[in-house]
């Protein structure tokens, strides 16, 4: 009888426990919030120029996805990674990432991610010479009709458009398709983004002859990067003002410029870029 009582008891107590403890919520998502914040934290790393930091983030961050065993997550990392790693110039390793996305993205049969994997290994055969800038257009736009519910895909999907068609010099043409970007980074807050599509519209600018309209857009570029401390970005956006001036033969506000890019990159202990700058005052 004792022994029913503390049984009895213990039983009552136990419900007690379970009726006051927090409800067990089901799901677990550690390792992919993690890994989604980790993302968020490279990205951020890789627009600032700091390619080895976002590197090291994505190699961590991979790991919780693939224990998560996540689709999306997978594939979305590979993709930056395989950024990250055309960045720093390791061709190979970036193609391996995004075969790896497309893989995925076709075993889980989301047709509007396996459209994004496409288009990010089309803009990597633009920037790396691995196909025509016609064969890239032609790609995104086979694609991009797919890319509809993620903002920032279609934006990066515009983007990627109006680089080659600034390669094919449809100036024109290339710069509606970057504004389309711009507009969305805009809506979205994607600051560094943004000024990365006015860095790009100054350069289709410049490239059609367009110099006062180049030096604008760099102009809103800087004013974004001071917004948002971008000083990868900063250094960059007056780099290319220096190159811009130098087109227009205004060497003493090239010089200018060309010291203001280097101070930043200097203080930012980005020796290769200090040594380029180097090289363009002196020539």
């Not at 007690?16 to 890994?35: E, F, M």
């Not at 390619?51 to 983030?57: I, K, P, S």
Request: glycine share 8%; with cysteine.
């Amino acid at each position: 009888m004792k022994k029913f009582i503390g049984i009895f008891i213990l039983i009552i107590l136990g419900l007690g426990s379970c009726s006051t403890a927090p409800k067990n919520p089901g799901d677990i998502n550690v390792l992919r919030k993690s890994a989604e914040i980790g993302l968020e934290s490279a990205n951020k790393e890789a627009g600032k120029g700091n390619f080895a930091n976002a590197q090291n983030l994505l190699i961590e961050y991979k790991k919780q996805a693939v224990l998560a065993d996540d689709p999306s997550l997978i594939i979305r990392i590979c993709l930056s990674y395989g950024n990250v790693l055309l960045s720093l110039g390791k061709t190979n390793e970036a193609y391996a990432e995004w075969d790896q996305a497309v893989a995925e993205a076709q075993k889980s049969g989301d047709k509007e991610l396996l459209s994004v994997t496409r288009i990010f290994k089309a803009r990597g055969n633009l920037l790396s010479g691995k196909s025509t800038a016609q064969s890239a257009l032609e790609d995104v736009n086979r694609e991009i009709g797919n890319v509809k519910t993620n903002k920032l895909f279609i934006a990066y999907s515009w983007q990627t458009k109006g680089l080659a068609q600034r390669t094919l010099g449809s100036y024109n043409e290339a710069e509606t398709s970057i504004k389309k970007s711009l507009e969305i980074h805009e809506k979205e807050k994607a600051l560094a983004n943004a000024s990365y599509d006015w860095y790009t519209i100054a350069s289709i600018r410049s490239m059609a002859g367009n110099t006062a309209g180049a030096l604008q857009a760099l102009e809103s570029a800087i004013k974004i990067d001071r917004r948002i401390e971008n000083s990868f970005g900063l250094a960059a956006n007056w780099r290319a003002m220096g190159d811009v001036y130098r087109k227009m033969g205004r060497n003493e506000d090239a010089l200018e410029a060309y010291k203001r890019a280097r101070s930043i990159f200097e203080a930012l202990g980005n020796k290769d870029e200090v040594t380029a700058i180097d090289n363009r005052m002196r020539n």
